[in-house]
């Protein structure tokens, strides 16, 4: 049965950091990209990060490149997102998923990813 657990997410001040991880089963995880999304209350979902099977190529929406890095080891199925300098903005329930066609990813488009995560929520307060 395929499975996407993330988790890492809680409470975290502004400009404090959290590391979130997304872990896979059930399928052979180092063929798909992996993307992150998340979506804020009353917002719709956006597109985080995404990385290539291999790792070698990822990319990050505008709102927060420099800030976030994606990364993964296929050893042990699990895709990380790195946070720091976070904004109240970044407020919103993290989702990982997971695609055959890297082209979708890479675009950021969340309704062409095939498998999907339950979510773990970030909130960014003071």
């Known amino acids: 049965q395929l499975q996407l657990v993330e988790s890492g997410g809680g409470l975290v001040q502004p400009g404090g950091s959290l590391r979130l991880s997304c872990a896979a089963s059930g399928f052979s995880f180092h063929y798909y990209a992996i993307g992150w999304f998340r979506q804020a209350p009353g917002k719709e979902r956006e597109g985080v990060s995404c990385?290539?099977?291999?790792?070698?190529?990822?990319n990050y929406s505008d709102s927060v490149k420099g800030r976030f890095t994606i990364s993964r080891d296929n050893a042990k199925n699990t895709v990380y997102l790195q946070m720091k300098r976070l904004k109240p903005g970044d407020t919103a329930i993290y989702y990982c998923?997971?695609?055959?066609?890297?082209?979708?990813?890479?675009?950021?488009?969340?309704?062409?990813?095939?498998?999907w995560g339950k979510g773990t929520l970030v909130t960014v307060s003071s």
């Open positions: 998923s997971a695609t055959l066609t890297p082209s979708v990813c890479m675009r950021l488009q969340w309704d062409g990813m095939n498998y």
């Open positions: 990385i290539s099977h291999s790792g070698g190529s990822t």
